[in-house]
């Protein structure tokens, strides 16, 4: 007899989710985390993808089998963030345990353990040449860690709250951040100088991401809204506006024509950046979603969502 059972006198019912019709363009589940899926990357060339979560692995999938290949252990509590480098040889992972973890992404041997910030890890992402990984924390600083060593080789400092997340422009030259400032912070990458600051009219940004060329910067957060800005100047160009709830994960189509997001109303959705139409809204997940990729020809859609499921979507 359960406690309700005992407390009340009645027979307790079972809680029941209710059931979500799947999109048509829904190409496959995958299944292996424990718990919360909390980050998905793509590899550049769109055969694997990593993913983090909740339950402390770090685990690599073959995308057409949909089957794991590896599954990474030795995070001492949730992994927040994943990301895979451009030449395919290396995995990054950041936790809330404040380490940033380097793996080899053909063994998953965890190949460094870089320690040195003070609290959760809530980003990670590697330069473009594959050399360095940024990493930012709770404890307002952005780390550059040397991807052979593991050395931290600088340290970022002038956020004054918490940084949620950070982007690398595709040219390698400048690294964009925010999160419980109404600011993105935009950085010299190879000085540290912060070199302008743009307002986000929000009070917690999730995510953000420059355009494939760079002119662009996409950003989401508390509001529900995706915001793009002028990567130059920080003129507010356009609002996308449809999710119900915060807007935890953002990313361009390799061409930079669309935007995919994901956000805690268990939907992803597919949006024009011209217009800032929305063209598609893809329902399946059961949870938030919290992280979303696309696929490096463009075609294909990844999400990981607190329901402990990773979805493929066709676009198109």
């Given at each position: 007899?359960?406690?309700?059972?005992?407390?009340?006198?009645?027979?307790?019912?079972?809680?029941?989710?209710?059931?979500?019709?799947?999109?048509?363009?829904?190409?496959?589940?995958?299944?292996?985390?424990?718990?919360?899926?909390?980050?998905?990357?793509?590899?550049?060339?769109?055969?694997?993808?990593?993913?983090?979560?909740?339950?402390?692995?770090?685990?690599?999938?073959?995308?057409?089998?949909?089957?794991?290949?590896?599954?990474?252990?030795?995070?001492?509590?949730?992994?927040?963030?994943?990301?895979?480098?451009?030449?395919?040889?290396?995995?990054?992972?950041?936790?809330?345990?404040?380490?940033?973890?380097?793996?080899?992404?053909?063994?998953?041997?965890?190949?460094?353990?870089?320690?040195?910030?003070?609290?959760?890890?809530?980003m990670v992402a590697f330069s473009p040449d594959s050399t360095v990984v940024a990493s930012c924390s709770r404890d307002t600083t952005i780390r550059i860690w040397d991807v052979e060593t593991g050395r931290e080789l600088k340290r970022f400092t002038g956020h004054i709250s918490y940084i949620e997340c950070l982007a690398w422009s595709h040219d390698g030259k400048k690294i964009a951040s925010c999160g419980e400032e109404t600011v993105i912070r935009i950085w010299d990458a190879?000085?540290?100088?912060?070199?302008?600051?743009?307002?986000?009219?929000?009070?917690?940004?999730?995510?953000?991401?420059?355009?494939?060329?760079?002119?662009?910067?996409?950003?989401?957060?508390?509001?529900?809204?995706?915001?793009?800005?002028?990567?130059?100047?920080?003129?507010?160009?356009?609002?996308?506006?449809?999710?119900?709830?915060?807007?935890?994960?953002?990313?361009?189509?390799?061409?930079?024509?669309?935007?995919?997001?994901?956000?805690?109303?268990?939907?992803?959705?597919?949006?024009?950046?011209?217009?800032?139409?929305?063209?598609?809204?893809?329902?399946?997940?059961?949870?938030?979603?919290?992280?979303?990729?696309?696929?490096?020809?463009?075609?294909?859609?990844?999400?990981?969502?607190?329901?402990?499921?990773?979805?493929?979507?066709?676009?198109?």
């Open positions: 007899m359960g406690f309700l059972t005992k407390l009340f006198g009645k027979k307790e019912e079972e809680l029941k989710r209710p059931k979500v019709q799947e999109d048509a363009n829904l190409l496959k589940t995958m299944e292996a985390h424990l718990d919360r899926v909390l980050g998905v990357k793509f590899s550049t060339d769109g055969k694997k993808l990593v993913s983090g979560g909740f339950d402390e692995q770090v685990i690599l999938w073959d995308i057409e089998s949909g089957k794991p290949l590896h599954t990474m252990k030795g995070h001492e509590t949730w992994v927040e963030c994943v990301d895979y480098s451009r030449d395919q040889r290396r995995l990054a992972s950041g936790s809330t345990d404040s380490t940033v973890r380097i793996w080899d992404a053909a063994t998953g041997q965890c190949l460094h353990v870089c320690k040195g910030h003070d609290t959760a890890v809530r190879q000085t540290g100088k912060n070199t302008a600051n743009y307002n986000t009219g929000d009070t917690l940004s999730h995510a953000v991401v420059f355009s494939p060329d760079d002119s662009l910067i996409a950003f989401c957060g508390r509001d529900s809204k995706i915001k793009i800005l002028d990567a130059r100047s920080g003129e507010l160009l356009c609002t996308l506006e449809g999710h119900h709830d915060a807007v935890r994960s953002v990313c361009f189509t390799p061409d930079g024509t669309e935007i995919a997001s994901a956000a805690n109303d268990e939907s992803v959705r597919l949006w024009d950046v011209k217009s800032g139409k929305l063209l598609h809204t893809y329902r399946g997940h059961t949870l938030e979603v919290q992280s979303v990729d696309i696929s490096p020809d463009g075609r294909v859609i990844a999400s990981g969502s607190d329901d402990r499921k990773i979805k493929l979507w066709g676009i198109r």
